[in-house]
């Protein structure tokens, strides 16, 4: 998926993809997580975003806003539990760009457009 329309899905599927890996999951996980927690207990809540989120790259909005909301979520999270447990801390992993077999292929498919 790349933020604009692909000629493997609509555009409207594309961003219903984003926002249900990038942002729906990680706000039902969290939510799940935090209840099963005691208070009392100490845990680490890792998030994995992506280098995009600080610096957007063409054809890649829908990807970087989505990665953009996870840094923000997480880091807002963060606050809001050590307001009430100081024995939680959030982090998000942040890496570099990586060339998938998806990306290839869609690639040779812009190629036979």
Known sequence: ?????TCALPISIEISLYLKVNIESLLFLSNKFINLKKK???????????????????????YSGSKAFINNFSESLSKDLLAINKNV??????????????EIGRASCRERV
Not at 1 to 5: A, E, F, R
């Open 40 to 62: 009392s207990e100490y845990f680490k809540i890792i998030n994995i975003s992506s280098r995009a989120a600080y610096k957007g790259y063409k054809y890649g909005s829908i």
């Open 1 to 5: 998926m790349t933020g604009v329309q």
């Open 89 to 102: 801390t959030v982090n998000t992993i942040c890496p570099s760009a990586l060339v998938s077999l998806e």
